[in-house]
């Protein structure tokens, strides 16, 4: 089954007249896939993202996680399942300031029922996975914008998510720094999870396997792209 299937998704927006967002959009994303969502500002790409992290609900059609149809669920369980199926990673980073690196990383696993050495230890190992294994104790000011995109990155993966969501992971580093958060990501995925990556910009939507085509809100068509191996 796939990790998350939208069918026949419409999301309108009241303001002073009907916004359509979305519009009739179906999409599934299979286990192990790298894929990619790309249009311009004000195609829907956010509500899109809202939609399958359960920030918000369709007005028609359903939106699945694992299997469960998050339009029939409770807010709370639908909060619930943020919290563990889906890692967000952001593009403004959204670090705790007064928190050390292993602390952010540890957060998330506090919902999760483990102990506080369980978590402090699993935050070091995925610290380690990202590459920061030398920098487990410096809080988020100590760090450079690369190595607070990866901070991010092990957070959300600490709960083992069934879905990586990444919007614009590239958006606030400089294009070096925006290399090598794409090499991580494709690393991630090697290692077997599974990413939905959200770009208005081609030469990152190319680091996927596909990449879905959003403009007014409509699915416009899927590319098969073959993930381009980053290099350099
Ligand atoms: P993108 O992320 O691609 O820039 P969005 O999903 O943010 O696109 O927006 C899609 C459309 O929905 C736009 O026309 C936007 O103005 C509108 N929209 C998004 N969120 C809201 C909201 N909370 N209230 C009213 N209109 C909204
Ligand atoms: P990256 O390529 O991982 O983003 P940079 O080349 O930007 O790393 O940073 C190089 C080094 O400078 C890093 O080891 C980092 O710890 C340090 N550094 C960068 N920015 C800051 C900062 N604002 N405060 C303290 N150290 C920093």
């Known amino acids: 089954d796939p990790v998350v299937s939208l069918d026949g998704v419409t999301k309108t927006y009241q303001l002073g007249g009907t916004v359509t967002a979305l519009d009739d959009v179906s999409v599934s994303l299979d286990a192990g896939s790298y894929t990619a969502v790309m249009g311009p500002s004000g195609s829907g790409k956010s509500t899109l993202l809202n939609l399958i992290g359960g920030l918000d609900t369709a007005d028609t ?5 694992d299997g469960v149809d998050l339009g029939s669920v409770s807010e709370s369980q639908r909060a619930a399942k943020r919290g563990t199926a889906i890692g967000f990673v952001f593009q403004t980073f959204n670090l705790m300031p007064r928190l050390t690196a292993v602390e ?31 920098r487990h104790d410096h809080k988020p000011a100590e760090l450079s914008g690369g190595q607070r995109q990866r901070v991010a990155i092990a957070r959300a993966l600490a709960p083992n998510p069934s879905l990586l969501l990444a919007d614009e992971p590239t958006g606030n580093v400089d294009t070096d720094t925006g290399a090598a958060i794409m090499r991580l990501l494709a690393d991630i995925h090697d290692r077997g999870n599974t990413i939905l990556l959200v770009s208005h910009a081609r030469r990152i939507a190319e680091h996927a396997e596909r990449i879905v085509h959003v403009r007014d809100g409509r699915l416009e068509r899927v590319e098969t792209v073959g993930r381009r191996r980053p290099h350099g």
Do not use: H, Y
Request: net charge negative.
């Open 104 to 134: 952010n990383v540890a957060l998330p696993l506090v919902f999760d029922g483990w102990t506080r050495s369980e978590r402090l230890e699993r935050a070091r190992q995925m610290l380690d996975d990202v590459g920061l294994g030398d």
């Open 61 to 65: 059609g359903t939106v699945r996680v």
